[in-house]
């Protein structure tokens, strides 16, 4: 077991490295001090249909984020202004009770910067009972040395891959890093879990594997494709792409007048149709006008 006192006392969990002595309660990079903080715990339904079937993935919304894009879709819970400090006996307990509203798996989201106390609370909580697969949602700005904690323990990798162009990554996210962080993380991710398992011939139900979310920014689509390019190209088809549309510019997008509008549909097809033609097969696209539909859930401190 990670010596998690140890961890928080000179943080270095992320790529920040920001040394910071959050066992004081002091916040890292990632604005948060070393108690697990959670804005949300709940059944949610706006995942990839494998991930969340007609049951709902089990999703527990961590607060803080190490990442901090411009565009955040999350930015209340992101910048850690709302949530509830809980322990990590708690957290093996709310696992277990999203079990219970049978949930189709726990969906850790943006824990990056609490995975020890996570990896406890999912040990504790298997020990209980727990045997719902385990899927970590992510932006992808992981460090492997740090995923290494979860090996076994996470059945289901769900990161995003944004940017593999520094410049993108530096602009938009403050991490010109991004992209060989990204490539390391992923690389990790996939060996620890291998390629795609379904419980059935379809891909109804996904059990274990990796599935690599892309967000298209509008303006950017070259971006994107190359993007899913190196993706396709580096792993083929033992992972998942899925591309999403639903992009929504948020309040304060004015300094970034480019991305202070939605994505076109022509934009959005050119990238699936690009993916189409460099031949990926595993993938999931989104179909209709979805940024204005809202996925982002009520972050009231719900099952916490």
Same mark, same amino acid.
């Given at each position: 077991m990670a010596d998690v006192e140890a961890m928080m006392k000179d943080c270095t969990l992320c790529p920040r490295n920001c040394h910071a002595d959050r066992s004081t309660g002091l916040p890292g990079?990632?604005?948060s001090g070393g108690r697990v903080r959670a804005?949300?715990?709940a059944l949610h339904y706006w995942e990839e249909p494998c991930i969340c079937g007609e049951e709902g993935s089990g999703a527990v919304f961590f607060s803080g984020c190490s990442l901090g894009c411009v565009y955040c879709q999350n930015r209340p819970v992101a910048d850690g202004t709302v949530g509830k400090e809980i322990t990590v006996e708690r957290l093996a307990e709310i696992f277990l009770e999203l079990q219970a509203q049978n949930a189709r798996n726990i969906n850790l @989201? /943006?824990?990056?910067? +609490?995975? *020890?106390q996570t990896a406890e609370a999912l040990v504790r909580a298997r020990q209980n009972g727990l045997s719902v *697969? @385990? @899927?970590?949602? /992510?932006?992808?700005? %992981?460090?492997? %040395? /740090?995923?290494?904690?979860? %090996?076994g323990l996470v059945d289901i990798y769900l990161p995003d891959f944004k940017y593999l162009d520094p410049e993108l990554a530096a602009k938009y996210? +403050?991490? *010109?890093?991004? *992209? %060989?962080t990204a490539k390391a993380a992923l690389a990790e991710m996939v060996r620890q879990v291998g390629e795609p398992v379904f419980e059935d011939e379809g891909e109804e139900r996904m059990i274990r594997g990796v599935i690599v979310r892309h967000l298209v920014l509008p303006g950017l689509t070259e971006a994107s494709k190359k993007v899913i390019r190196y993706l396709h190209e580096t792993y083929g088809n033992r992972i998942y792409i899925s591309i999403l549309n639903q992009y929504t510019p948020m309040p304060g997008m004015e300094k970034y007048p480019e991305l202070n509008r939605k994505l076109t549909a022509e934009e959005y097809d050119a990238v699936v149709d690009d993916a189409v033609a460099v031949g990926v097969e595993n993938g999931f696209i989104q179909e209709g006008d979805t940024a204005s539909e809202s996925f982002i859930p009520v972050f009231d401190i719900t099952g916490i």
């Open positions: 990079f990632c604005r804005a949300r715990a @989201v /943006t824990a990056s910067h +609490f995975i *020890p *697969p @385990v @899927v970590y949602n /992510t932006g992808g700005y %992981e460090k492997a %040395e /740090t995923l290494k904690l979860l %090996e996210s +403050f991490a *010109p890093d991004y *992209p %060989e």
